[in-house]
């Protein structure tokens, strides 16, 4: 069953890529905070993010398509899982991927 995106303003709907299955979706990185903010806002828990280098519907050669950047396992305060997911996005060492520029979220 594909993520339910009601709750998401309708440019962040337009901009969304659903994986192949259709049951995850991401976003190119730079709409990533915006799309946090608001699954926060609606009261859900960001339960995970994962860098994906396959947004265009592909992936390049050499890359994966996935590498996993967050989990939250702490309790369901969608405020706390906001904070750290923004965290995770700003850690330094996300410029060493900058191949993979999209991101997968994740909630619950």
């Not at 702490?74 to 993979?100: C, H, N, V």
């Amino acid at each position: 069953m594909p993520p339910d995106l009601s709750f998401l303003p309708d440019d962040l709907k337009a901009v969304a890529v659903f994986t192949t299955n259709k049951e995850e979706v991401m976003w190119a990185r730079h709409h990533v905070e915006r799309v946090i903010a608001e699954v926060a806002d609606s009261g859900h828990v960001v339960l995970g993010l994962d860098l994906r280098s396959d947004g265009l519907g592909f992936t390049p050669p050499g890359l994966a398509t996935e590498v996993p950047w967050s989990i939250y396992d702490g309790e369901a305060d969608p405020a706390a899982a906001r904070d750290a997911a923004l965290a995770a996005l700003r850690r330094r060492d996300i410029e060493s991927f900058d191949e993979y520029r999209w991101v997968l979220v994740t909630w619950r």
